[in-house]
């Protein structure tokens, strides 16, 4: 099945790209992407850091099986605030950068 990656600020820059399309078998999870992407994708982010990820644009955990066609959004990390005013910040930018898009 394929799906669509797309990168963001800091991660765009170092992907090379703003979006790819992935190839994964049928049943695969986010965490699995994830792993993968950390393999071709070495630069993206240290070991330590942990990718936040949107799927169709809702905020994700690993378990999530992905299907055909689905839009995985990776978003860089944000300083400052707590958690979850860095995730919504993040978030805010992703879907500002994707009205732009449309």
Known sequence: MKVTV????LYRERAGASERSWELPE???????LREIRDVLPVLAPPEVEIVAAVNEEYAEGGVVLREGDEVALIP?????????????????????MVGKR
């Open 27 to 33: 049943g695969a999870t986010l965490a699995a992407l």
């Open 6 to 9: 797309r990168f963001f600020a």
């Open 77 to 97: 990390p944000v300083s400052g605030g707590t958690l979850a005013t860095r995730f919504f910040t993040a978030l805010r930018c992703v879907q500002n950068d």
